[in-house]
DNA sequence: TTTAATATTCCATATTATGGAATATCGAAG
DNA sequence: CTTCGATATTCCATAATATGGAATATTAAA
């Protein structure tokens, strides 16, 4: 692993994160020491102290039986806290709350980061299903499965290309999911406006989602609803796209605060 | 503030840390460079540097209007992540969930976050009550509500004075908790071995609840059932704390994993 | 347009983190 | 119980990094 260096000069924040996300990769057993200096590229000592700083501010914990290292309590803190604020959570409760109740489905919320895309939140239905991303924390690479489809076929032509890319050899993990039928799958997505996966991935599990949009960025998220493919017909479809125009049509808005020099006095005259 | 500093040798890491304490602990509106200065004792060039390292490795978001500092997505996805491994949610989603279901009432899981307690996750009951954590993310100071409560009264007497006396001033907002009053509820929990708030802190909302102790750490968590106060009978009492009891004596056994040296074959063989 | 407030960049310097080597601890095998 | 290999931890002189005062730029208000 090459450890990406922040413009500022913080090369040991650069570290630390970077061992963060070794951590949050790695299976939830933990990490040995041993195995993050290797993945990281950083000797012993180095990689020793910046974990054990790590620990001291509850960022990770530490097992004291197999001395890993796994994610920490603080970052559970946080994470709610993010989620929660201004954050995408916040924003989309209601509408998964909705989604879940009207339809009796299992509703989700997925979010990019950066070459996957990560559940954020979940509402079970009434019949529990295997999902491609487990519960909430999981993560498929962005491509596969409905809810990551419907952001990565928003994205510019060009980054949507080098993230395939990138992506490719751990979709080959996904054997229905060749090179070809991704682009295909990409550009139908497009097409229609939402991503269908009727159930390729998952034998029996289908799913629908739709991006959510913030201007200058992207699709930062979607919203999903999950269901037995034995039941996908052509009028389902419609109503739960319908369903989810809807929810999410409630939801940019806030997400795509207006740009006040876009409405100041100034700018109004400016126009003229 | 004064920046705690690790015994590894990491200042920067101690710093940036604290600027995530500083921006989590601010409101949701974000905070300025400037706010973040004062409040840190950090000058304005480091702790722009730190910060906009944290941005560019996604641990906090920047509004390009307002030029404040969020906690970022990543911090969501660690989050996620961590409570999700064998980190707590995990561990308690079942237990949630079987009590939200029999009983119909808004199960809740609090972990204790330093001198506050902040709800990691919640499954609201057939009636949608007001709590003070409000949603996930939201948090209190310890000492406020039982789901708090449980976890204060059950730390070393030392320690949780401690706690007292630093949440004293935050605790003068809830009108309701005198200092009288609070000690007499840790009392009354200890005691009983369960928190109880019959409706004090927010007219007309009751709950119960129960903490869950990991050996050497003490309570790191509660699970509580909130609910209307009107309800509340000492049969309900009774039935939801024998609920919660059975509910952590499942969970507490695996967040006290069995310390291998007290079973191994040479420790049997000590003990003759 | 001016002014005050806030944010950002620069760079010589002092402080900090670095990592090789030594040591300690653990766990498995004899 | 002892040995041995593997992994984790500590030490410390040195190299490299982060620091912060001062200068500059940007933004919002007057």
Redesign the pocket.
């Known amino acids: 692993m090459t450890i990406p260096r922040a413009k ?8 630390a994160v970077a061992l963060l996300d070794l951590v949050a990769d790695g299976n939830s057993e933990g990490e ?4 993050l ?1 290797e993945r990281s590229n ?11 700083a790590l620990v001291e501010h509850g960022l990770l914990n ?1 097992d004291p ?4 290292y796994r994610l920490g309590t603080k970052l559970m803190v946080f994470g709610a806290k993010a989620a929660n604020g201004p954050g995408l959570r916040s924003q989309c409760q209601p509408a998964l709350e909705r989604m879940r109740r009207t339809t009796g489905e299992t509703a989700m919320l997925m979010a990019r980061d950066g070459d996957d895309s990560v559940c954020i939140d979940r509402y079970d239905g009434d019949c529990l299903l295997q999902t491609l991303t487990g519960s909430i924390g999981g993560s498929v690479p962005l491509g596969v499965g409905p809810g990551s489809l419907a952001m990565l076929a928003f994205l510019p032509e060009e980054q949507c290309e080098e993230i395939v890319a990138r992506n490719r050899p751990r979709i080959a993990a996904y054997p229905a999911l060749s090179d070809e039928r991704l682009w295909q799958l990409i550009e139908q997505t497009r097409v229609q406006g939402y991503a269908l996966d009727s159930g390729e991935l998952l034998p029996g599990v289908a799913g629908i989602s739709m991006p959510l949009h913030v201007v200058e960025t992207g699709p930062i998220a979607s919203l999903s609803l999950t269901f037995l493919s034995a039941r996908l017909t052509p009028e389902l479809i419609e109503r739960y796209v319908a369903l989810l125009r809807e929810e999410i049509a409630l939801i940019e808005p806030y997400l795509n605060p207006l740009d ?2 876009l409405t100041s006095p100034e700018r109004v005259l400016g126009q003229h």
């Not at 500022?8 to 570290?15: E, F, N, T, V, Y």
């Not at 039986?65 to 890993?68: D, F, Q, S, Y």
């Open positions: 500022s000069g913080a090369q040991l924040l650069d570290r040995t020491l041993k195995s200096c950083l000797n012993k000592p180095t990689c020793h102290r910046i974990l054990n530490r039986e197999g001395r890993r006040r020099r």
